[in-house]
Structures are given as C-alpha cells and as structure tokens.
C-alpha cells in the first residue's frame, strides 16, 4: 500500500481537513457555502455530508459574524476553521482579526489560547473580478500574534492545514488559489518539513530566487529558462510569512550572493520588503548586488485581462536576475 | 429618550410598587427574592457608586489614567448580574463594574487596567465566567454569540435541566447598536438560536451623541427584525431589571433561543474622564435623571418594607472602607516588568518575539551597568 498519491491542492486541503476533523472531534468548520456546495471551489467539498451541520456550518453571509463566533467557540474549546470566500472579502473582518483574534491571548495574559484558523483563497491568474484576485499578505504578517503561512504545492497543503489546525496560535492560511487544480504528489505518510520552514524547491549556485504560494511555480519556470541560458538558479519557496524562517534564506544567500523575491502582492511595504530589510542586515558582506523585488504594481489589482501584465511571470523574474547577475 | 408606555417597571421613581397587567408575570419573580438577597442589591450598588466615585478622584489625582464611570447604571447592572447562574458566562463591555463585583473579580483589576498596567486584568474561569473588557464597541458581542453557538454543540443548553444549563449574557449600549459586528451577532444568534440574552443598557449618550442620532425607532423594536424576542425595561429599577433578566435567561438556559432587553438608563457621569458632558448637554436634562436615581429609589423601597437605618448606615460604612481600601492597593500597585511585554504575544513559541525579548534585556542590562556596555 503506497502512501502516495497524485492529486490537485484543493483535493489535498480536503482531505487534510479530513484527517483533522477525524483527529480531533473539537475541530469545526465555518464559512460561506461550505457544506453541501462543497465551498466555492469545493475545498470542503463532502465534508458535511460525512460530518454533520455542527462540524461544517454554512454560516450567515458575514464575515466579521464568521471571525467573531469562531472567537467565541474557540474560548469554549473548539478548533474553528473558518473559510473566506475570496481574498478581497476578509476585510469585513479584519477588525475581529487584528482587533480581538490576534490580540486576545495577549490581553489575557497568556490565560487562554486562540487555536482558530482562516483559511484564505488569494492571488490572482484566475480572471475574475475585483476583490477577487488579491494578495494582503502583509497585512496579516504586520500583525503582531497571528501566524501566516501560504503552501505552494498539495504536499505541503496537506500537511501545512493539520498544522495550523493544531497550532495554539491564529494561523491565517493562504491558499493559491491558482494552484487549487494543477496535482502534485501528495506522501500521507510523512510529513516533511515543520510548518514555520522555508524549504528548498531547486538547488543552485548563482542566484537564489524566493517567493511563496502561486509564486513559487513562477519561480520554477524562471529556473528552468535560466538553466537553458546556463545559469544556474536557487529557487526558496518561503512556506511561512510569519514567523519568518531566514536560516535557509541567509544560508542560500551566503551561497550566491544574490536574491531576487517575487511576490504578486503591491511591493510596497510588503513581506518581500521586509525580508530584503533583514538580508541586508544579516548578510550584507555576501551579497554581490542589492536583493531586488519583483512585485505588484502599487496599483489596486488590475480588471482581469490586464493581470498577466501585472502579475510577476518567468520574464519579469529573470530581467531580475540579469541585473542582479550584471553587478 | 425617557419612559414611554411600553417601558416595563416594578418600582416607581417614588420607590413604591407598581402593579400592572405588563408586569404581571415578573411581580412573581421578585416575590420569591429574599430580604437578604434585596438587601445584596442595594449593597452592591452602593459598593459599585463607591468605586466610581474612588475611580474618578483617584483619576484627577493623576494615578489613574483614564476613568470609565458607570454611575447611574447600577440598577440595570445588579439587576441582570444577580439573574444569572453560576455557571452563565458574561461578555462585557467595558462599563459593567457592578457585575464584574457580583461575579466575584476583585475590583484592582479594573483599576490595574485603567492606570495602565494590563489590557486584561483577570482570568475569566477563576473570577465567575465574568470575561475582560472589551474596548472596541461591540465586538465582545460576537465573541458572546460563538460561546453560546458552542454550549449548543455541546448540548449544554435546554436539557431540561436549569441548575446545569448554561445561558451566555452579552452587555453593549446604545452607541454600539450602530456597529455592524452587533447586528451580525445578533443575526448569527437568531441563526443558531443561541442560550444568549443580549442586555442593551441604553444610556442615552454615546459620547456626545445622543441615542435619538443613533436610531430612529426604540431600540429594543430592533430585536423584532432580527427575530429575538425583546423588551424595554426601566433600568434605574432593579427589581424588573433582575425580573426580565431571569426569565429571559431562563427562556434561553431551556432552549427557547436569544433574548434582547432594552435597560433605559442614564450615564450619570462623563463617558469617561477625558469628558466634558457640559459641552452638549442641558443639566435639565442631568437633573431629570438624577430624580430617577436607582439607589435612593431602591432604599426607599426597603425602607417601606421595614429596612432600618442600621443596614443603610452599615452599607455606607462599607462603601467607605472599600472606596479607602481601593486607594490605599491603587498607591501600592507597581509596574510591570518590561519584558512581560513579549510574553505571551503567542501561546508557542515565534522566534522573531524571542530575539526582541533577548535584544532588549541585553539594551537595557548595557545600560543598568556600565561595566557591561564597555
């Protein structure tokens, strides 16, 4: 019996929201057309069918009620999961995100816990409408006593949502939501690296590129023209936006003196910046050129059929690493 | 926005009994309360205005940096915090003194937090269910509703067996009716049909704003929409304050759903310290009220029903040595250490928090010895 199998992200996220909910009868799941829709893109899809009405909630459509009443569930012991339909659509909680969630073991004293995860669709190259396509990362790992983690492959999606499920702490989960469909191997049987990890996804020696979620396949594209030009790339899938894991970061740094980080949120004050802030710190004798960032554009998200220009690809990549190289 | 027609009350300005058809089926209630339980409610609330009064002076003085009164509002808070059961849970908002005291808190804790020394204050299972304060208005509501969403997983509301069922009663005012997050928790309770009494003390004033900027129907008629069944009550009465508070409590411990009671009150006080209720309103308006006041009317009441100087002096006597006692641990109270500050930012442990806390203590020992800064 082989504990692997080939499956898509969004197939990979339901069945470790299987396994948590079969682990752990406190673990409980709340959103918007979750149950017997299956969720937008049917990432809970079977799940109340198996679990019942009062382990998947179709909750009101609001999502300020959905953050606030998993608070409340989680000060009586539950494991709230609960899904935001659409990046653009977290707003409406944010207050009870940053406000309460975040800060709520802090204000008491470490006397209770906040063990709830939000589970967010984000990023673009879907070609939908505004509000839909969003990457507000860096609003969520600016924000003091939440965790925020984004897996790119159905892997680490598997294994990534148990953990934040079993963490004590609010984890926002990012979920690229470009990458629901496209399979990857998924080993049931380990787990792999622990889930505040940056991991190596390509070895190399000349440049090393860094990004996250839907990016992270970009990065792999961009490895792979730049190999056929004979350079040879390091691509760093980041896993965890907060807290942040720079032992590879600086390791793979040290190695070839240039970074280069893509990221589809505006580059502006973004997480991307902040880890070019700190590789400069931290490792400013090995850098050969300044780490570049290939972002955004500080612009709200473009009407879809602008977003291939504005999103990062493989091209923008490696103008990059050109003028990292050209230093 | 005073009394209207449909505004329930047991006890008169006057502090007589007023029997009526509305109130029929809450007279019942009272009745069974005994005189020492009667006798608690009026040392509660003398207790509670004794603090405030403490509070505020300990605030000009310049050892508290902000005071949040909640003098004049005893009545709608002794009356719904004696209604509850051991085993309720309250979600406050930042104003409920008098039930932080009747659920056992120890009221340093809320000066503690006013003077700046916590954002917190107490532990909520070792202090009566009686949560911490809530600064953002409203918000507490919803964290209310989920508790109550979760008894009702746990099948701990409407067995039938009232010692043991649980209710959840959520405190807000009349400012935070205009927030979204409350109409969203009242939604999701209507929902889930959640072991919850939501206890608007409508105050009159949100800040400087008055409630007739707020909403253009009473406020308890807002209940209606959302489905919950609701009622207006005199809070400056504590007997139908604690009437409507038990049997709405009850209703919603056997499974009967959320409640809504509207306690029309008045902020005696400033909204807070930072204040000045003289800019936008009339002391007409201040001395109406204060005719109303629920502490002189709830003495009379006793005293009509045989209650002699000798308990009301003895309570004043009391009021003063724990007013006394306030100040003498406000003076004693010390600050935290700094680095408390990045304790508990998460239940496990995040490096970034860990290097912060380690870069500080190194920064500051630099600084505390000079040998070490060399």
Redesign the interface.
């Known amino acids: 019996m082989s504990a692997l199998e080939s499956l898509p992200m969004a197939k990979a996220l339901n069945a470790g929201l299987r396994k948590a909910m079969q682990d752990d009868p406190k673990v ?1 799941l709340m959103g918007e057309d979750i149950g017997p829709l299956g969720g937008v893109f049917r990432v809970t899809e079977g799940l109340q069918a198996d679990f019942g009405e ?1 382990r998947v909630m179709d ?2 459509l ?1 999502e ?2 959905i ?12 494991r709230p999961v609960c899904e935001i339909q659409f990046d653009g659509f977290v707003f ?1 909680a944010f ?2 995100i940053t ?2 969630l975040a ?1 709520l ?7 209770i ?2 063990p709830v995860v939000i589970r967010i669709p984000y990023g673009g190259h879907i070609g939908a409408v505004e509000h839909h396509q969003e990457s507000p990362e860096a609003y969520f790992a600016h924000t ?2 939440l ?1 925020v983690v984004s897996p790119s492959t159905p892997h680490d999606a598997y294994w990534m949502i148990q953990d934040a499920i079993s ?3 609010p984890v926002i989960f990012l979920e690229p939501k470009s990458r629901y469909w496209p399979k990857g191997e998924v080993d049931f049987a380990v787990r792999g690296r622990t889930l505040h990890s940056t991991a190596v996804a390509r070895v190399g020696t000349e440049v090393t590129l860094l990004g996250h979620g839907a990016m992270v396949a970009v990065l792999l594209q961009a490895a792979d023209l730049a190999a056929e030009e004979g350079t040879s790339v390091e691509v760093l899938d980041l896993r965890s936006l ?3 894991d720079y032992g590879p970061i600086l390791e793979s740094v040290r190695k070839t003196g240039r970074l280069v980080i893509a990221q589809e949120a505006p580059g502006a004050v973004s997480v991307g910046s902040e880890i070019a802030a700190t590789v400069a710190e931290r490792a400013f004798y090995s850098l050969e050129s300044p780490v570049l960032r290939v972002s955004g554009f500080d612009t709200p998200f473009p009407p879809a059929k602008l977003e291939t220009i504005y999103l990062p690809d493989a091209d923008r990549v490696l103008e990059a690493v050109d003028r990292a190289l050209a230093y | 926005m005073s009394y209207t027609e449909a505004t329930l009350q047991l006890l008169s300005p006057a502090g007589a009994l007023v029997e009526s058809d509305a109130t029929a089926e809450y007279l019942p209630i009272v009745e069974k309360l005994s005189d020492d339980e009667l006798r608690e409610f009026h040392r509660v609330m003398a207790l509670t205005r004794a603090f405030d009064v403490e509070g505020t002076n300990l605030q000009r003085q310049g050892q508290i940096g902000i005071w949040v009164p909640s003098l004049g509002q005893e009545a709608a808070q002794v009356g719904s915090g004696f209604a509850m059961r051991p085993q309720d849970h309250i979600f406050p908002s930042y104003r409920e003194h008098a039930v932080g005291i009747i659920r056992g808190i120890d009221v340093i804790d809320i000066v503690r937090l006013f003077r700046g020394l ?3 204050g107490w ?3 070792e202090h009566g269910n009686f ?2 304060y ?1 600064m ?1 208005l409203g ?1 507490q ?11 009702t ?2 099948g701990k509301a409407g067995t039938g067996h009232p010692e043991t069922d649980e209710a959840v009663i959520t405190y807000f005012g009349d400012g935070s009716t205009s927030q ?2 409350v109409n ?2 009242l ?2 309770a209507a ?1 889930y049909q959640t072991p919850e009494l939501f206890f608007l003390q409508n105050n009159q004033w949100a800040i400087s704003v008055p409630v007739s900027k707020q909403s253009r129907t009473p406020l308890y008629l807002r209940a209606g929409g959302f489905g919950i069944p609701s009622v207006q009550v005199d809070g400056n009465d504590v007997l139908i304050s604690y009437a409507a508070s038990r049997k709405y409590l009850e209703e919603a411990r056997a499974g009967g759903g959320p409640r809504f009671i509207e306690a029309l009150t008045y902020r005696m006080g400033a909204h807070t310290s930072s204040d000045d209720p003289t800019k936008y309103r009339t002391d007409a308006e201040t001395a109406h009220w204060a005719a109303l006041d629920p502490i002189s009317r709830f003495e009379t009441y006793l005293r009509s029903r045989g209650e002699g100087d000798d308990f009301f002096a003895e309570v004043r006597t009391e009021a003063a040595d724990f007013a006394e006692d306030i100040r003498r641990r406000t003076l004693e109270l010390g600050v935290p250490p700094v680095g408390a500050m990045f ?6 442990p ?4 860990e290097e912060e806390k380690q870069w500080l203590a190194q920064y500051e020992a630099a600084y505390a010895s000079p040998e070490a800064s060399e």
């Open positions: 409980i009062n909750t009101p609001a300020s009620g953050v606030g009443t998993a608070i409340g569930l989680a000060m009586r012991g539950y409406p207050d009870q406000s309460q800060k073991t802090n204000r008491h004293e470490g006397g816990s906040m003091p006593g965790r963490s004590d702490d907060s807290p942040i | 916590t954002h917190g532990t909520p299972s949560h911490i809530t953002v918000s509501t919803l964290h209310a509703t989920g508790y109550a969403m979760g008894i997983l746990d979204g997050d969203e928790a939604v999701f929902s304790d508990n930012v998460y239940s496990e995040h490096p970034l928090i």
